[in-house]
């Protein structure tokens, strides 16, 4: 009786260690793609990003997003939940790959080809410029980026009447704030000797900064002295597009809210309190100027948002409704790309990265019940997300 029970026992331990190898040999072999969660991927490199990644989020590296997003370019929301998450993850979709792709195939030596990014509130429009935006960056473009151009036409910190154009007004706080953004940037880039100014540029009577001085000091003129900010960011965006043509940089301009533009009014003042349309603040001559297709070596990215525009215009997200006639006729020639909801897949993927981040504790049904509250909007689903 002992001898069978020792044999059985024997067999049980025996059986034991044959599992305990096995799960020993899985455990050692090598992490494969397959093996990892299915909406990451470990390629960081945009230019690589293909239809294969469709649907999964890479990271951001943490110096690539100091330099491009330090002074904007998410938005509030995400930046909170991306300092929550401890990491800045991006889905790739399509629309940024399409971007990306043609941005790729272009010929340089032909004039700026313009693309016009658009949907619904929340679809993910610019988390979609920010993927293009950092595949800029890594491809060595100088990149000229308004985060959103609704803070200045909206929400500007300052204004105050033009010395040099009567009936404009400047915006210095926000045009320094914009200026800093533009160097942090480009700094790799804007230590180019070639780097210079072309023109002669008169501030005053006793400040000039001749032609062939570093683009360096404009930028650091107009920090520095407040009351020039305005008129520093003109002459940047007009000695870039010069720049450009003569082959010294290859620029990416992306504005996030193109739209305001072109709409009838501000919140930007006079002096006697009397508000002024987009055009008579002063720096928006700039970025029209190089949102324009007569020069080369470039390329415009923009957005249209209905937030961009008043609360009562907001009836469409189409680019014909939120430019206006103007706007329009403006960009026209240009490539839409629509920014839709998420796809069921892209949904699945989202929900399966908050849940690794223990963002949302799962219970059954629950991406049925999240997919139909909130029509699979990027921005609802974020929303919805935050109380669970």
Known sequence: MLKSTSEILSRKLTS??????????????????ERLQKFRTSETVCSKHSIEHLSQFYKVPANDKKQIFAHGGLTKSFEEQSKSFNETCLMIRQPALDVISLLKTLDYSQPVVRFVLYGKKGSGKTVSLAHILHYAFQEGFLIVHIPWLGNWMRRCRENSNSEDKEGYVDINFDAAAWLLHFKTQNAHLLSKPEAKTNQDHVWSKRE???????????????????????????????EVKELSNQGVFK??????????????????????????????VTVTEGFINL????????????????????????????PRYLLGKDGFEHLDPFVPISVPDYTTKEFMSCMEYYRERKWVQPY?????????????????LMKLCNSL
Do not use: M
């Open 208 to 238: 000039i900064t001749p032609a062939g001085s570093p683009l360096l000091s404009i930028i650091e003129h107009g920090i520095n002295r407040l009351k020039y900010a305005s008129k520093a960011v003109v002459v940047i965006c007009n």
């Open 291 to 318: 949102s324009k297709f007569d020069w080369k070596n470039g390329a415009v990215v923009v957005t249209v948002d209905q937030i961009a525009a008043g609360q009562n215009d907001q009836l469409s997200y189409l």
């Open 16 to 33: 034991l260690s044959k599992f305990q190898l096995t799960c020993y040999s899985i455990a050692a072999q090598p992490i494969t793609q």
């Open 251 to 280: 620029t990416l301009v992306a504005v996030d809210g193109f739209n305001a533009f072109f709409y009838p009014s501000t919140r930007v003042y006079t002096e006697k309190k009397e508000a002024v349309p987009p055009h008579k």
């Open 364 to 380: 059954t049904g629950q991406d049925d019940e999240l997919k139909f509250i909130s029509a699979s909007n990027p921005y609802n």
